[in-house]
């Protein structure tokens, strides 16, 4: 009898579930060429694991699906203290870890100290620089930040050592997911194998190189996300034989995108108007020339280079997947200026402007690029485009740790053209395109400013722009932004060459948003997307 | 014979320790920085330099390889710089897939290799030989890429009689192990019918047909014994190297194995895992060798010592 009364319960149970789950069904395959490195949000930072940890995580903001708007997530609501140097956050009510706790204000805190530490041997402790006790953590002086503090639990203080505009989105990066400090303790190093969160998803299941299984999490705050029941991930497929099956049908997403060689096919074939989602992504790719090599320290053979690049045909050989650029931010970015007209193409200037700095017959140079197609044969277009004001480039094609090392090393590499470098904005602010890749502080060894440009005049612009945190005064700091950027053209460390555009290969039963699959920020937005 | 075993095992470890300290210093001095890897493009200066502090990658070149060679001695083979997991526990996970493609792709180039082999040493001269010799011919030097993707397009895309990747079940196995079997099938039929070629002109075979032997029994029963020598050199060798990973039919047919492994590690800079598979393979290598020297006494009572 008790058996009998078990399995009714039991039935019971699974039909009243049933109803829930109408609306959410499906499970859906991702395919990826290399295993998913880690899950750990103090850790992970590439394209792949970047949207998953997101999915499996809750930060305090977050961003609207398919846009860059804020919005709050784990905090129910904020104020700012109107000298821009105290946030305050109200967490959530009843929101729980997998591990069934509930997250409390001194997880968040618990887990930005970890970010920052430098015993967790993370990427992203910069990003919180701005909160006070930063320098004392990482110089070993304090196990704790002293800028926040849990007062209750269920109210988290921040507090700065200068006002902070990017700051409300750093709130909403990856590296500032809550994690349960027993869970992290437990694990060990491990915890980026067994991640426990609060987010959308719960990973379930992780066969090294082989699969990633996760399964959408019945508690999750917000009724009705995600709309997936589960998402397999599977490692170590090739993305040519990735769009074979995604042809077949197999598979729901080819994660790494669609090989050069099969664009044309995909893109003329009938279905592409159901399969193909292509958009704008917070990325120009550019030529960096080396300031602190001769004869690049003169800034009119900057500017003469910049007058050579035809750029369209860089575009022809990435298959139209991209657009010419004309200046350092991308268009969708905050700052990025309409009325900006760049550097034209025009060789008989060009040719005058190297004759002035007194290289009439050209110069011999190197330009490095890594050696993944199509990336070569673009490197091999930009040589003949400099050839024709008689400058003889020795392309060095090499992987792109090689070529980052070779960038991060004064006096190394002349000329580096950065596509293929996996790179997208982390969040749209202006300020991400100059951080390390164009201010003083990036021009060290090792370090991403290649062209080792230094101005400290745009320093002191970008520090005072950074510091206007009064949202009211967003379209005024944008403007600030451009002015900087402008000034950096005029003095020509790079070329912009172009700005990728996204395109994501998805079956025809995926529904949800196209902005859903090109997320700005996520990347890929695993908690919004769904099946027909 | 003991003497030479012990022999034979000291001077493996000595090849194991060479193995570890070159590519080591090889790795060391490649001109990629792991910190800067695993930092990304937006840390700060201060936050790479703890990174390789953290790591012990600001220490000099000699402590670093002691301090390897320490944990190595105590099973220990580190952590994965990019992924923080122990790097045995990796290769591991990493291990079964690559016993099952070596295992299989050795039975299938063996079998079909003598097999192969035997009958162009049957029929030498004739125009079976040449076919087999050219087959064999286009086998060794085929390049893997190739014939993977055309197994790939022809039997799994457009036949459909095979999953085009993954790993698990017997179907899986099928096109990784034809591919690697198919290639090696052509070294062993050559070598199988030129030790046959030589063994049938001998005293003894002529005997045997003599005393009215059918040349299949001939060949089974008393020549292929005589060729099996060369064969068991070559799964020596063969071993290792499916061992240190093939990273090209891996990659294709998304085999979970050792090769996809070190790929990733590579493109990375995640010099614990290079180390690690490295180790693992040169393993497997000393070892498949030593069978084999162990092996052929065993077989050929003409070369004990």
Sequence with gaps: MKKVLLCATILGGMFALAPQNANAAGDIIVTYKDDVTTLDPAIGYDLVNWPLIKSVFMRLMDNKPGTAELVPSLAESFTISPDGMTYTFKIRNGVKFSNGRAVVASDVKYSIERAVDPKTQGPGGGFFNAIKGYDDLVGGKAANLSGIQATDDHTVVFTLTRPDATFMQVMAISFSSVVPKEAVEAAGADFGKKPVGSGAFTLKEWTSGQRLVFARNPDYFTPGVPNLDSITIEIGQEPLVAMLRLQKGEIDVAGDGIPPAKYAEMKASPDAADMLVEGNQYQTSYITMNTKVKPFDNVKVRQAVNMVINKQRVVQLLNGRATVANQILPPIMPGYDKQFGGYAYDVEKAKALLAEAGFKDGFETVLYATNTDPQPRIAQAIQQDLAAIGIKAEVRALAQANVIAAGGTEGEAPMIWSGGMAWVADFPDPTTFYGTILSCGGAVKGGWNWSWYCNPDNDKLATAADSMSDPAKASERAAAWSKIYANVMAEAPWVPVINELKVVAKSKRMAGSPDFYIDPVRIFNYDAISVK | ?305
């Excluded at chain 2, 070159?22 to 695993?38: H, R």
């Design chain 2, 1 to 305: 014979m003991l003497a030479v075993l012990v022999k034979r095992l000291g001077s493996s470890c000595l090849i194991l320790l060479g193995v570890a300290a070159i590519t080591f210093v090889l790795l060391y001095c490649m001109p990629a920085d792991p910190a800067v890897m695993i930092a990304g493009r937006t840390a700060t200066p201060t936050v790479v330099a703890n990174i390789r502090h953290e790591l012990g990658l600001d220490q000099p070149l000699i402590m670093q390889f002691f301090n390897y060679l320490a944990n190595l001695l105590k099973g220990d083979l580190g952590r994965s710089y990019v992924q923080k997991s122990q790097v045995s526990s990796l290769i591991a996970a990493r291990l079964p897939a690559t016993l099952i493609l070596m295992f299989s792709g050795i039975v299938v180039e063996v079998v079909l290799g003598t097999t192969l082999g035997v009958i162009a040493a049957l029929n030498r001269g004739r125009m079976l030989d040449h076919i087999v010799m050219g087959l064999s011919f286009i086998g060794v030097s085929a390049p893997q890429f190739v014939v993977s993707l055309f197994f790939l397009i022809v039997f799994a895309a457009n036949l459909g009689w095979f999953p085009m990747s993954g790993f698990g079940t017997f179907n899986h196995i099928v096109l990784p192990a034809l591919t690697l079997g198919v290639l090696g099938a052509g070294w062993y039929a050559r070598m199988v019918r030129s030790a046959l070629v030589e063994v049938l002109t001998q005293d003894y075979v002529r005997t045997a047909r003599a005393k009215g032997l059918t040349g299949v029994r001939v060949v089974l029963r008393h020549a292929l014994p005589n060729a099996l020598l060369p064969i068991i050199a070559m799964i020596g060798i063969d071993i290792g190297q499916f061992m240190s990973g093939v990273v090209v039919v891996e990659a294709v047919f998304g085999w979970p194995g050792i090769g996809q492994l070190a790929w990733q590690a590579i493109q990375q800079v995640d010099i614990p895992i290079i180390m690690g598979v490295t180790l693992v393979s040169a393993l497997a290598i000393v070892m498949g060798n030593f069978l084999a020297d162990i092996l052929a006494p065993m077989i050929d009572p003409r070369i004990r010592v």
